[in-house]
């Protein structure tokens, strides 16, 4: 625990902020200060309860960016827990460990533990769903099917692609151990299913307490093929998507990762475990469907499916060694040679020096190149709070919506300095309040270079490079003249 900790809080501000992380927190501030705004997400087709739990972490940390990404810190802690325990129950004590070291070291988990979104706590509530799944497939219990539906309806609140689960559900009952019960113990277990889906349709029904419910459909339809746009080229979507996996995943969960998760599989297939089939197709079938059906694809949205396979690279690390004939003490030695490496020298990167040179090109142009980072925005807040107490400030900002203005509303929160948002230029709105006020423009100086008149650069904070080769973008504050 004490390593998991090591690779996820230091520095944990150091790389940008990310355009949904800005999203997700102010949206937080505003339900925090507004209690009849608690269901704000969903206007946007957003399910609330990762905002709903930063609230507390806003109240006892200064920095709302801090509070933001130490939620998913805590949320990767849950995954972990999850990891040790489910593999303990599958596969013994041995694999629970080298799963859990893996979920520890490995640069997708540690990338996306660090950062304030969502789909880490999905993940938590996922690996969760499976354990009791599997537990409730061996001892169909009330107790259980209750514990499992409340996960099931926790994980639909956070991200509406949990409802993956419970589709996926029926599948735990391979893991049904017949002979040990009676002739009814199958029928028991399917109406206890049924209650475990029934208390999560409840919890996710619960969003129709706040206004526009139906967009969290509608917005769905902006980002999923529907089965009908995919008729006469069913694998449109899924070959392009294939060659992303192919390069995050050599990256993200590097090769002795890979290499150790085939060998799992190959064991999985000779032990003819139940248990760990039904992991396996739990891991499996959700990134099937999202490689299948989804317009955007990004490597955060497969992070649910990350520690089961990290489960399968444990038992095939243990396998392997277990076939060694060495004493126990230097076969850990062997593994740690082996998964530490690559992983601990992407991690290094990322907590010191981001970004790391492994991480993929989209997810380094997105999370540190594009206009979706957000560089400075801090400094550029204390900057404007201290102008602000000698004469009224206003700030104009590129973009309505995302990394701008939310990134940089969230450390004014509360500061009285009033945002006017804008497109790629300065509107004809901001030229306005300069006449009255001192009056300032946060952008990306790529988009609005050209269209500026009248402006003094105060500040710039230069992003990270384009290793291609094509000329770098920064976050510019200027200062607005009439």
């Known amino acids: ?171 735990s009952a391979i893991a049904f151990a017949r002979n040990k019960f009676k002739k009814h113990g199958l029928v028991r277990l399917v109406l206890l299913m049924i209650v475990a889906i029934g208390i999560a349709e409840v919890m996710y029904n619960m969003l129709r307490l706040g206004p526009q419910f139906q967009m969290l459909s509608s917005r769905n339809a902006d980002y999923v093929f529907s089965p009908l746009e995919l008729i006469g080229r069913p694998l449109d979507p899924f070959l392009p998507h294939f060659g992303d996996i192919k390069d995050w995943f050599p990256k993200l969960l590097t090769w002795p990762v890979l290499g150790f998760l085939a060998a799992g599989c ?103 190149e594009d206009w979706t980072a957000g560089y400075g925005f801090k400094e550029i807040a204390s900057f404007l709070v201290e102008q602000n107490e000698k004469q009224k400030v206003v700030v104009g900002t590129e973009g309505s919506f995302g990394t701008l203005p939310d990134g940089l509303q969230i450390y004014l929160d509360k500061s009285g300095i009033a945002i006017v948002a804008s497109q790629a230029t300065i509107s004809a709105q901001v030229r306005n309040a300069a006449k009255d006020y001192v009056t300032f423009f946060v952008g990306n100086k790529n988009n609005i270079n050209g269209k500026t008149r009248d402006v003094k650069l105060i500040k710039e904070f230069v992003k990270a490079k384009p290793l291609d080769g094509s000329p770098g973008d920064s976050t510019v504050l200027y200062q607005v003249f009439p």
């Open 266 to 368: 190959w064991f999985l297939v000779k032990t003819k475990n139940k248990m760990g089939y039904v992991l396996f197709l739990w891991g499996l079938i959700p990134l099937l469907i999202e490689m299948a059906f989804l317009k955007t694809f990004t490597a955060r949205y497969l992070l649910s499916s990350i520690p089961p396979l990290l489960i399968f690279s444990g038992f095939g690390i243990n396998e392997i060694l277990n076939r060694v004939k060495i004493s126990s003490l230097y076969k850990v030695f062997l593994g740690l040679i082996i998964v530490l490496p690559l992983a601990l020298n992407f991690d290094y990167q990322l907590l010191f020096s981001p970004p790391p040179k492994d991480l993929p090109k989209e997810e380094r142009k997105g999370y540190f």
């Open 1 to 171: 625990m004490a390593g998991y900790f090591i690779l996820r809080l230091p520095n944990l501000t150091l790389q940008p902020i990310f355009a949904d992380e800005a999203i997700y927190i102010r949206w937080a501030q505003v339900m925090r200060a507004e209690p009849t705004l608690r269901f704000v997400s969903v206007s946007d087709g957003k399910t609330p309860l990762f905002m709903w739990a930063m609230i507390p972490f806003l109240k006892i940390f200064s920095d709302p960016l801090f509070a933001g990404r130490f939620l998913s810190v805590i949320s990767g802690m849950f995954t972990l827990m999850g990891v040790y325990f489910l593999a303990r129950k599958i596969f013994g004590k041995s694999t629970a460990f080298w799963a859990s070291l893996l979920y520890v070291i490995t640069p997708y988990t540690v990338f996306f533990d660090r950062i304030g979104l969502v789909d880490s706590m999905l993940a938590g509530f996922t690996i969760w769903i499976i354990y009791f799944a599997l537990w409730l497939a061996k001892s169909p219990r009330l107790d259980l099917a209750m514990i499992l539906g409340y996960l099931m309806g926790g994980a639909i609140l956070t991200k509406t692609p949990g409802i993956v689960n419970l589709l996926i559900l029926p599948i």
